[in-house]
């Protein structure tokens, strides 16, 4: 079952805007994980956010997390063509020490040169 | 280093038929994750090794799926009276320790039951 729902769907823009994904989720977690994927296959690590923690940065990515709204969001500043690709949201729950992944059904992301 | 590695990269078989998918985790890596991806959606949780042990194994669909990792480092996932609907991409994934750690996923098995 998915636990992350991310919004919207589907993003286009043009080169050099900023780009900003949203992402829900029903229950408490241990961290929350942004991944990409390019042409459907292996999946990048992104960033990690901890439950306790509220924002993170990491070169042009920006994320942060709401743990009373149960949502975070990702935020590429500058985007460029080559940050075309599927983004997806990802959770670790709370409970003891298991770490599977829960992953949303992803946003696709179109930049336009 | 060396990143995750699977193989074979893409793996056609008829209805019926046994497969097997190997995964190479990176090195000193002790949690092996097993996931499915169909077209359009989040990859989905299969099973979840810590060590040679299966510690989570919820995320097997039935009895058909099994997964092995032996000796703590390679790790197979056999599929058995192969369906269509088990078509899918295989995704592998370790990380350091489990919790708190993010995953290093390999670039997956593209499976292809006709």
């Known amino acids: 079952s998915q636990q992350g729902e991310e919004d919207p769907q589907a993003l286009s823009i043009q080169e050099g805007e900023n780009a900003t994904m949203n992402c829900s989720y029903k229950?408490?977690?241990?961290?929350l994980q942004w991944y990409r994927q390019n042409s459907g296959r292996g999946l990048v690590h992104l960033i990690l956010i901890r439950s306790n923690e509220r924002e993170k940065h990491s070169g042009r990515l920006r994320v942060t997390l709401d743990t009373s709204k149960k949502s975070s969001s990702l935020l590429i500043t500058a985007s460029r063509a080559a940050d075309t690709a599927s983004y997806f949201c990802?959770?670790?729950?709370?409970?003891?020490?298991?770490?599977?992944?829960?992953f949303g059904k992803g946003i696709t992301l179109s930049v336009r040169p | 280093g060396a990143g995750v590695s699977q193989t074979p990269s893409n793996k056609v078989t008829e209805k019926g038929k046994y497969v097997e998918l190997r995964c190479d985790p990176i090195?000193?890596?002790?949690?092996l994750y097993w996931y499915r991806q169909s077209l359009g959606q989040g990859p989905e949780f299969l099973i979840y090794f810590q060590g040679t042990g299966a510690a989570d194994d919820s995320g097997l669909p039935n009895d058909r799926f099994f997964a092995v990792r032996p000796e703590g480092s390679v790790s197979t996932l056999k599929i058995q009276r192969t369906e269509r609907g088990d078509s899918a991409v295989y995704l592998c994934?370790?990380?350091?320790?489990?919790?708190?750690?993010?995953?290093?996923f390999g670039p997956g098995t593209r499976l292809t039951v006709t």
């Open positions: 994934a370790s990380s350091l320790n489990g919790v708190g750690y993010e995953q290093y």
């Open positions: 090195s000193g890596h002790t949690a």
């Open positions: 229950t408490s977690i241990n961290n």
């Open positions: 990802a959770t670790v729950g709370q409970a003891g020490a298991n770490s599977k992944l829960t």
